[in-house]
Each structure stands twice: as structure tokens, then as C-alpha cells.
Nanobody, 115 residues
Framework: QVQLVESGGGLVQPGGSLRLSCVAS????????MRWYRQAPGLEREFVAL???????IYEDSVKGRFTISRDNSKNTVFLQMRSLQPEDTAVYSC?????????WGQGTQVTVSS
């Protein structure tokens, strides 16, 4: 079955960096569009970034120039490199893909930006 497992979250000071990973299984990763979303407490889940099968990328405006999404098809893994983190980036970050007409989510990884 499709599985998405995120890791790499944690506590970081403002201005710091983190790299999130999402390991995928159960489908042909190299042809899948992969997305990162985040959900802050009390807010709706929001789109963060997308990478398609050709490694073209799209970013939400507030993360442009600070976050970089990438993929390693040999490891079935999608990454989210986050730099210049701010308190407003605090959220649970989840990876997502759509396969065979269904939407799949990982369990999420907590990112907390605080001094």
C-alpha cells in the first residue's frame, strides 16, 4: 500500500534551517507529483511546495526564496530544505501525493521555530 513517512522536524531558532524528508513506498515514485503542506495550530492546512516528475517546482509565495523542494528518485524520497525560518513557519509539515485517483498523506513532522 501507499506509505509516506516524514522526518526531519524539530525545534529551531528564528533564522535557522531544517531539511525535511519524506520516504515514499507502494507506488512508482519517479512519475508522481509530490507536495508538501503544512498546518499551524488553529489554521487550515496550506500548500507549501510541489515538484513534478520532471523536477519542475511551484512554491507558496511566503516561502519563495527560503524553501527548496527536491527529489531523489533512487531513494523514493522528496525533501524540503527550509532556510531563514521564522515563527510563522511553525506547523506540522506533511507530504502528499495523488495515486490512482486517491490522495495520500504522511503522518506529518512538527517544525517549531522559537527562540
Amino acid at each position: 500500500q501507499v506509505q509516506l513517512v516524514e522526518s526531519g522536524g524539530g525545534l529551531v531558532q528564528p533564522g535557522g534551517s531544517l531539511r525535511l524528508s519524506c520516504v515514499a513506498s507502494g507506488f512508482t515514485f519517479s512519475t508522481a507529483v509530490m507536495r508538501w503542506y503544512r498546518q499551524a495550530p488553529g489554521l487550515e492546512r496550506e500548500f507549501v511546495a510541489l515538484i513534478d516528475r520532471g523536477s519542475s517546482t511551484i512554491y507558496e509565495d511566503s516561502v519563495k526564496g527560503r524553501f527548496t523542494i527536491s527529489r531523489d528518485n533512487s531513494k523514493n524520497t522528496v525533501f524540503l530544505q527550509m532556510r531563514s525560518l521564522q515563527p510563522e513557519d511553525t506547523a506540522v509539515y506533511s507530504c502528499n501525493t495523488g495515486v490512482w485517483g486517491k490522495n495520500y498523506w504522511g503522518q506529518g513532522t512538527q517544525v517549531t521555530v522559537s527562540s
